[in-house]
């Protein structure tokens, strides 16, 4: 199967481009109610795994060893975006387990955020580990090993106890064989996920209604859909597509973005749909900025968890020229439900 046409880029009344890809809808019991394209296409998860990541630090007593809050465990499953917060809160995860900054091994970039990256180019300063928007779950990895004892040094390391801890994990939410999961490097150096986008909406399932599992994991569970659902400013950003998606959803949804086009959302049993659904997404060309935003907003629209005003500043996506004025734009082209 081919992907479908998702969005389309128009300027003044002509098509200039297209955004193609796939999505895949399960319902509580995770059985397919819509799907686009082909949801047996194998991509990496990316940062759309970060709550997988971080269950066993929590499921093992990690967190709670460090006393990590609702606040800290957000950052942990967060792609943050570098402003003030965001670095406060990951030095003082630091500070907990009694580690600094040199022993992440996730690498620099500047903030995601465009006005906290600018005032620090105008004032000098050079970003750290801290901006970095995996800082979070890196710490989290820290704090595990820590915790069990096994070396920091190599946390990042595929052969770690830590690596193959977080990868059963993903084994087991995703419900397939290790042996299947294809691994790959991360942006942020740790290692990441291959798997059919079918079995990335199972896990997010899962994530959201984890009544399978044992206490543990359960309970990390629980700890880590309410942190994102308490603080979703951690999760993202300011300007950030999940911050936004769950602030217009009320709570109602966690929602998790994964570089190259990928997005996850776990729809908490609600009014609408009592026992949950969870949504995978898949852009084709990995387009994170216009045909994302475009399309997760317009799945949640036509399933109803978001209104037709919801979120106008992100979908669709104006385009403007240089000088300002608006002269096309990034519009959906789909409808999921009855596909």
């Excluded at 543990?216 to 569970?221: L, R």
């Excluded at 037709?308 to 020229?321: F, Q």
Aim: glycine share 8%; with cysteine; aromatic share 4%.
């Amino acid at each position: 199967m081919r992907a479908e046409i998702l969005a389309e880029v128009t300027r003044g009344e002509t098509v200039e481009s297209i955004h193609r890809g796939h999505v895949m809808i399960v319902d509580g019991g995770g059985t397919r109610v819509a799907s686009l394209g082909d949801p047996q296409t194998v991509t990496f998860f990316r940062s759309a795994c970060k709550a997988l990541q971080a269950i066993p630090c929590i499921a093992s007593g990690a967190a709670d060893a460090f006393d990590f809050s609702a606040e800290e465990i957000a950052l942990a499953v967060a792609s943050h975006s570098g402003e003030k917060q965001h670095v406060e809160i990951a030095a003082r995860m630091l500070e907990k387990i009694g580690l600094s900054e040199s022993d992440l091994r996730c690498g620099t970039h500047r903030p995601f955020n465009e006005a906290e990256s600018n005032r620090m180019l105008r004032d000098g300063e050079t970003p750290s580990q801290l901006h970095n928007n995996c800082s979070g779950k890196h710490i989290a990895m820290l704090a595990f090993a820590k915790y069990i004892g096994a070396d920091i040094r190599t946390y990042d390391s595929l052969q770690h106890p830590i690596q193959k801890a977080i990868l059963e994990c993903v084994s087991t939410f995703c419900e397939m064989p290790v042996g299947e999961i294809k691994i790959g490097i991360d942006g942020c150096a740790a290692p990441n996920f291959a798997i059919p986008l079918a079995s990335m909406a199972t896990a997010f399932l899962n994530l959201a209604r984890p009544s399978r599992f044992d206490e543990e994991t359960k309970n990390a569970c629980g700890r880590i859909v309410a942190a994102m659902i308490a603080h979703p400013e951690l999760i993202g950003g300011s300007t950030r597509l999940d911050t936004m998606i769950m602030k217009a959803a009320g709570g109602k949804v966690i929602s998790k973005v994964g570089a190259d086009g990928v997005w996850l959302c776990g729809i908490l049993p609600c009014d609408e749909y009592p026992t949950g659904r969870a949504i995978a997404l898949k852009i084709e060309d990995g387009d994170d900025h216009r045909a994302r935003p475009v399309v997760a907003v317009e799945i949640l629209r036509q399933i109803g968890i978001l209104h037709d005003d919801d979120m106008r500043e992100l979908a669709p996506v104006v385009i403007k020229n240089r000088r300002g004025d608006v002269v096309g734009s990034v519009s959906p082209v789909f409808k999921v439900m009855g596909s």
